[in-house]
Every structure is written in structure tokens, then in C-alpha cells.
């Protein structure tokens, strides 16, 4: 069973950088694909990034477009988000999730295998 642990939330001002670290219990270059997900207050969870460990094939939502960027290092079975310009609706739990067992859907939801237990990001203005 795969453990994932995020790490790197915190509180920043708005347009300032945020890195976030999701730590795997086994070899991410395994991976179908991995994912970055965010849940606000009073607010439904929803996908943030994903990428697909094969091909390096990446989504973003349209909201973090051009300022968010996920990436793997399979050396230290880690993925990340780097997040620059901030907003203050970029307030949230962020998880990651990954897919070891390939049954998730295009772009890395449904049938995922971890989830991490999630990192807060407080975004001030």
C-alpha cells in the first residue's frame, strides 16, 4: 500500500511562492499518474494538476494556469507544485493522490490508489 505525505503549506501574501512536497512510499517512476487536488472552506475538492509519469503529460485547471507547475524527481520519489502568484482564492487543504494500478481517468481522477493526508495553504491579501 502506497503512503503519500505532503509537506511545504504555510501562509503566504498574495503573488508571493509556495513550494509543496508530496513524499511517496514507493517508486513514483511506477506511477500511471499523480495528482495535486485542493479542497477550500465550504467548497467541493477539485483537481488542481496532474501529471502522467510515462510521458510527462501534464494538466492544469484553467484557474492555476501559467502560474502553478507539478513535476516528479523518481530519485526522491517526490512530486511537487510549485505555485507563484498567489491568490487569495488559492486558500486551501492540498492533497496529493496518485495511481499505481492505472484505473484512473483522464486527468488523474476516479480510481486513485493514495491520497496524502493534506497540507493548508492560507493566502493573505
Known amino acids: 500500500q502506497v503512503t503519500l505525505v505532503e509537506s511545504g503549506g504555510g501562509s503566504v501574501q498574495a503573488g508571493g511562492p509556495l513550494r509543496l512536497f508530496c513524499a511517496a512510499s514507493?517508486?513514483?517512476?511506477?506511477?500511471?499518474?499523480m495528482a495535486w487536488f485542493r479542497q477550500a472552506p465550504g467548497k467541493e475538492r477539485e483537481g488542481v494538476a496532474a501529471?502522467?509519469?510515462?510521458?510527462?503529460?501534464?494538466y492544469y485547471a484553467d484557474s492555476v494556469k501559467g502560474r502553478f507547475t507539478i513535476s516528479q524527481d523518481h530519485s526522491k520519489n517526490t512530486l511537487f507544485l510549485q505555485m507563484y502568484s498567489l491568490k487569495p482564492e488559492d486558500t486551501a487543504i492540498y492533497y496529493c493522490?496518485?495511481?499505481?494500478?492505472?484505473?484512473?481517468?483522464?486527468?488523474?481522477?476516479?480510481?486513485?490508489?493514495?491520497w496524502g493526508q493534506g497540507t493548508l495553504v492560507t493566502v493573505s491579501s
Open positions: 493522490a496518485a495511481d499505481y494500478s492505472g484505473g484512473s481517468k483522464y486527468p488523474c481522477v476516479g480510481a486513485l490508489d493514495a
Open positions: 501529471i502522467y509519469t510515462g510521458g510527462g503529460v501534464t
Open positions: 514507493s517508486s513514483t517512476s511506477s506511477s500511471h499518474c
